[in-house]
Structure formats: structure tokens, C-alpha cells
């Protein structure tokens, strides 16, 4: 990937490059925000911006807000990396749109580890503009990719609810079902086959921040967690998800039944107390109310149907 280091302390700035390139990345160094923002608009290609959380010169917060509000410049990456003494503000550089973070100090393996999702999702994200992410590649999910399997997910689940208490910030949780509908005859749809379900997990996946987990909660069920995002915020995550698999082209096995998507949404902000399966309970019960509200008004005229908890 290229690379935009911005750290404004030479000996921590001198080891990341050196272990970026290490790793195969381009790097490009700089030590202070008004030149992180003008290298981001004049550089060809950039994939990640990586900067520090203390930039002189700018604030990361605004750098971000500009870069996620440009459409030349919105597809570029963002990983800030913040003090320990700083954590309080994590709710706030979350807001701003960052698509990670790493608290000072880390372990390298960390970030690389970062790196790779970071690098997994810009590739669905460039199979998806070229068009390549549909037809017979939907549902081959790229190497490194990292939709989660049902007791990985849950374990993410239990970390974040873990670390709101701790840190005091808000957690969102989105149930997705994916469901065949009758054909026009009347034929009963049959449950979706494993094709379908991939290639609308990698879609998904492709819109999710680099530190947001999706995984298959059950045959046709997928879980995201989304960190610092209470249940209004993580509406809008779902909202944009539904959008996002508007138009799938997938040959799976099941030709001619047209599908749908339903969310229940739900979160909670600073407490653990209650229990995961409390937690995974509201959310069920929302996807719940969404199919009751989608049986009431049907919204068949695409492959997307309605069903947020709103």
C-alpha cells in the first residue's frame, strides 16, 4: 500500500517507516498536520494515512472530517494513533470518521496486523468499483479477509462490551438476516445457499471500518459490532450496509427467488453488566419488529427490503 506517516516525534516517526517498508509499504513521512493535509491532496494513489494524534499544526480530527467529506480524497484510510495518557478522546476521533485506531505504545505486530484488514477491505473496495465483485466472484471472500466464524464474533462482541464499561463509549450491534422470498408463481422459497450469504458478507464487509467485525451468527445470520457507535449511529451503519447490497449480482443455486435483508440494531454505552446475551437479545428482538414491519408493508421492488428498528 502507499503510505502517509505523519508523527511528529523523529525517533517513533524513524522506526514505524522503517518497519512499514520492512513490510512491503510506500511510505511518505511527514511531522506535522498542515503537511499531512497537503500531501494528502497532492499525492497519486495514497491508500492509508497513518497519523499521530497530537499533530502540530492541524488537528487529526479535522484532517479526517476533510478527508471522508472529499470525494477525490474519501477513500483514503485513516489510522490514528493515540496516547495512552489520551484515551479520553477516542469518542472523538471515532466521530470524525477514522477508520482505526492504536493506543500508544503497541506492539508492531498490531499495527501489521491492522495493516492486513486495512489492505483486505481496499481490495474489496477496488473490486467492487471495477465491477469485479459480482457474478461469478461474489462470495470469494479475498485471503486475509476477516469475516469472522459465529464463536470469533462473539468473542469480539464480549471484548468491546468489555472495553465500553472501561472506556465509557458506546457499542453498536447489528443482527442482518438474509431470507428468499416466494417467486411471482407462488413457490415457496427455499432457505439461501452459502454463495448468497458470502457475497452480501463481503460487501458488507467492504463498507465497515477497518476496526468493525462482521461475522455469521447462524446459517443466514450475520453479526456486526460496531465500536463507539450508540444505537442512533449504528442505525446509520446499517442504513448504509442495506444500501451498499442494493444490485448484487450473485449466480448461486437458488436462481429466480429474489432476496432480501432485514437489521435489528440495538447498542448500549458504558456497561457490560447486563450481559451479552441481554445485548444480543435487543438486537434479535429489533430484527423481530423489522420482520413484522416488512409483513405489514411489504417493500419488494428491490432485492433489499426494509427492516430497521427505527
Known amino acids: 500500500m502507499k503510505v502517509l506517516l505523519a508523527e511528529d516525534n523523529l525517533f517513533f516517526r524513524s522506526l514505524l517507516a522503517s518497519n512499514l517498508s520492512n513490510w512491503g509499504h510506500e511510505v511518505t513521512c511527514c511531522e506535522d498536520g498542515h503537511e499531512a493535509w497537503t500531501l494528502l491532496q497532492s499525492a497519486q494513489g495514497l491508500d492509508l494515512a497513518i497519523l499521530d494524534w497530537d499533530l502540530p499544526g492541524a488537528k487529526v480530527t479535522t484532517i479526517c472530517s476533510r478527508l471522508k467529506q472529499s470525494p477525490a480524497l474519501n477513500s483514503v484510510l485513516v489510522i490514528v494513533l493515540v496516547p495512552g495518557n ?56 479475498p485471503s486475509g479477509m476477516d469475516i469472522l466464524g459465529r464463536e470469533q464474533v462473539l468473542d469480539v462482541l464480549s471484548k468491546e462490551m468489555t472495553r465500553s464499561e472501561r472506556q465509557q463509549m458506546p457499542v453498536g450491534v447489528i443482527i442482518a438476516e438474509i431470507e428468499h422470498l416466494a417467486k411471482a408463481d407462488g413457490t415457496s422459497p427455499p432457505p439461501p445457499d452459502r454463495t448468497l450469504v458470502d457475497a452480501i458478507a463481503e460487501r458488507m464487509r467492504s463498507e465497515l471500518r477497518v476496526y468493525d467485525s462482521l461475522g455469521s451468527y447462524g446459517d443466514n445470520i450475520l453479526l456486526i459490532v460496531v465500536p463507539g457507535c450508540n444505537k442512533e449511529k449504528a442505525r446509520k451503519v446499517a442504513s448504509r450496509l442495506k444500501k451498499s447490497v442494493k444490485g448484487i449480482v450473485v449466480a448461486s443455486g437458488r436462481k429466480g427467488f429474489p432476496w432480501r435483508v432485514r437489521f435489528g440494531v440495538t447498542g448500549l454505552v458504558g456497561s457490560s453488566r447486563a450481559g451479552m446475551e441481554v445485548v444480543l437479545k435487543a438486537a434479535d428482538e429489533a430484527l423481530a419488529r423489522a420482520r413484522e414491519s416488512s409483513q405489514a408493508s411489504p417493500d419488494d421492488s428491490g432485492p433489499v427490503s426494509g427492516g430497521f428498528d427505527l
Not at 116 to 139: K, M, P
Request: no cysteine; glycine share 8%; net charge negative.
Open 86 to 141: 489520551h484515551k479520553e478522546d477516542l469518542q472523538e476521533a471515532l466521530d470524525s470518521g477514522v477508520d482505526d485506531y492504536l493506543i500508544k505504545p503497541f506492539d508492531p505486530i498490531e499495527l501489521r496486523l491492522r495493516l492486513r484488514s486495512a489492505a483486505s477491505i481496499l481490495e474489496l473496495r477496488g473490486r467492487f468499483r471495477s465491477g469485479q465483485g459480482s457474478d461469478d466472484s461474489a462470495g470469494t471472500v
